[in-house]
């Protein structure tokens, strides 16, 4: 099951350095030779901005995005260190992975999140046990899909078996892990282009017309020796007790290390978290039971009990004397029989690059009726401020491919405005901060009776571009692709009002644009003032409800919001209108 069929969770975001960039372009070039590093400045530019983001999967994964221009290039499994290029990369370079063709009918498969199956492949049989891509394939090999009727990959996953074993398999069975694919989350999160059509793959002559529904009945037939065709588990998706039973399915593949080698990588992993986490300003001396103890069993994987005794080296005494001599850290016998840890080398590689694994809490199970509404943690919206094109500026926008209605940041419109400056020579070779007009800038930013101008200053030249743009917003949710909206963001509305018997109320509007749950919301005023609050649909203003709070309690709500929601003031309006505190 691809790991972005569902919401993924965003744990930081991180811009890379200049040496940065550098490191990620060679491991890079390790991972797919056949990159030339032209194509990797393409992809990577060496001076625009790249993002790192450290993202946890559905099912828990880590992953680390590499993202250029809102798309995702590449991306790495934080356990396996494995490279993986994105549908929006591999439009750009097809031939960067082997690659299998599969029916049309079989890409809505795929989305909903099945695996490819043998039956879908469509091979050359003449060719016999090289039929799948020529016999080079191995076990974990790193592989696109495209469709019959466009080379544009869709998906990108790893070989379920060898090209030798595939063959063996005679259309039974799972042929390609799926990944990532064309219309996931992932795919949501960038730009959401859609698949271009970079012209139909070359298919064996002896493919009949009957292909697609020939493999149907094969899965048809599978189904009674194997739970893992694409049509079972499209049927898995729909049925609450069977995703329990497809969940086991796909953890059936067995581990095949031994409980020692298990045992020694947990160890491993709680040594290099202990200093990167709680053992980063640790005091030295300490006793290397106190270290076990305090540090390396918190950092183990929750449910998992850390024993030196089940791994290879039997002893925690044999364990650290290995990282001593890869020079991690060095141990002293200060008391006979009493070893101590001394200091450790921070900077050693081991633990510089090891990438902290972040486990979900184990949580007992509580009543239902017992935990409160207002006791679940709010996660406040990323918010972005957009300018967006509209008819005013797309003769300058779509020289760079950049469609109506797209939103950009200022930082982004600034910096397309210079490429179009040097890409046009419009700077003033004399004056460096006068930039001249050609007609397309000159239309966009020159009003009545300036037709005189010809020259205009950097900033007020941006700032002008963007004046004639639509206004336009962002939100990211925790674990949500970014929502786009055209328009300016409503805030949330703080107002009093005077109902029967002159007693004032205090209404707010727009909660549900940020999420926020109205009753939620009224439980905690309700509880914060003493005050009794109602939650009604609201009257005269677009779908959405109105919390009602008696007395004035803009003071009250206000603080609520930035405090405990972490909404900033800029989007709450109304916080003037609170009650003034009587002067004593």
């Given amino acids: 099951m691809g790991l972005f069929v569902k919401p993924f969770r965003v744990k930081s975001n991180t811009q890379l350095k200049g040496s940065d960039k550098k490191k990620l372009k060679v491991q890079l070039l390790k ?10 400045n393409s992809l990577i530019p060496t001076k625009e901005e790249v993002i790192a983001s450290k993202i946890y999967t559905f099912g828990g994964e880590s992953v680390l995005l590499y993202i250029h221009n809102r798309d995702t290039v590449f991306f790495q499994m934080e356990k396996e260190k494995t490279f993986f290029p994105s549908v929006y990369t591999l439009w750009k370079q097809p031939k960067l992975l082997l690659s299998f063709t599969t029916p049309v009918p079989v890409m809505s498969r795929i989305a909903n999140g099945a695996d490819l199956m043998l039956p879908g492949i469509i091979i050359d049989e003449s060719k016999g046990i090289k039929a799948y891509c020529d016999g080079k394939l191995k076990k974990g090999d790193l592989l696109s899909i495209n469709l019959t009727n466009n080379v544009a990959p869709i998906a990108v996953g790893t070989a379920h078996r060898s090209s030798e074993d595939m063959y063996m398999a005679v259309k039974r069975g799972k042929g390609v892990d799926i990944v990532h694919s064309y219309g996931d989350q992932l795919w949501a999160a960038g730009s959401r282009v859609e698949v271009p059509n970079l012209g139909t793959p070359e298919l064996p002559d002896n493919v009949d017309e009957n292909y697609v529904d020939d493999s149907e009945e094969e899965e048809e037939a599978e189904k009674d020796n194997s739970t893992e065709t694409l049509q079972d588990r499209l049927s898995e998706m729909k049925v609450d007790e069977t995703k329990k039973k497809e969940k086991k399915e796909e953890l059936e593949p067995e581990d095949t290390r031994s409980p020692s ?12 978290q202990s200093w990167k986490t709680s053992a980063k300003k640790i005091e030295f001396p300490i006793l290397t039971s106190n270290f076990f103890r305090l540090h390396m069993i918190n950092n183990a994987p929750p449910g998992v009990s850390l024993d030196p005794k089940k791994s290879s080296y039997k002893k925690l005494s044999k364990f650290l004397a290995e990282k001593e001599k890869l020079g991690i850290l060095k141990i002293k016998e200060l008391q006979k029989g009493v070893e101590s840890i001394m200091s450790v080398d921070i900077e050693h590689e081991k633990i510089k690059y090891f990438r902290v694994i972040k486990y979900e809490k184990v949580v007992e199970d509580k009543p239902e009726e017992n935990v409160l509404p207002c006791d679940k943690e709010y996660e406040p919206p990323k918010i972005t401020e957009l300018r967006t094109v509209n008819a005013n500026v797309i003769k300058l926008f779509s020289a760079f491919n950049v469609a109506k209605g797209h939103g950009l940041t200022g930082s982004e419109v600034r910096d397309l405005i210079v490429k179009y400056v040097k890409e046009n020579n419009l700077q003033d070779p004399v004056h460096k901060s006068l930039v001249k007009l050609d007609p397309i800038l000159a239309e966009i930013v020159l009003g009545r009776n300036e037709n005189h101008v010809v020259e205009i200053k950097w900033d007020d030249l ?30 949330v509305e703080l107002t009093t009002a005077t109902r029967s018997g002159n007693k004032k109320i205090t209404l707010i509007y727009n909660l549900e644009t940020y999420k926020i749950d109205p009753n939620q919301f009224a439980h905690k005023c309700q509880v914060g003032v003493s005050a009794s609050t109602s939650v009604n649909p609201t009257v005269n203003r677009k779908a959405g409800y109105e919390v009602m709070v008696q007395g004035n309690q ?31």
């Fill in 462 to 491: 941006t700032q002008r571009v963007q004046n004639r743009m639509s206004d336009g917003y962002s939100l990211q949710f925790a674990g949500q692709p970014v929502e786009f909206h055209k328009g300016k963001l409503d805030p």
């Fill in 261 to 272: 080698e298990i045992m020694d990588e947990l160890l491993d992993n709680a040594f290099y």
């Fill in 31 to 40: 991972s797919f030779p056949e990159l030339t590093e032209e194509d990797l």
């Fill in 554 to 584: 803009i003071g009250f709500a206000s603080k609520l919001l930035m405090e405990d929601y972490r909404i900033p003031r800029k989007y709450i309006k109304g916080t003037e209108n609170a009650a003034k505190k009587k002067k004593k």
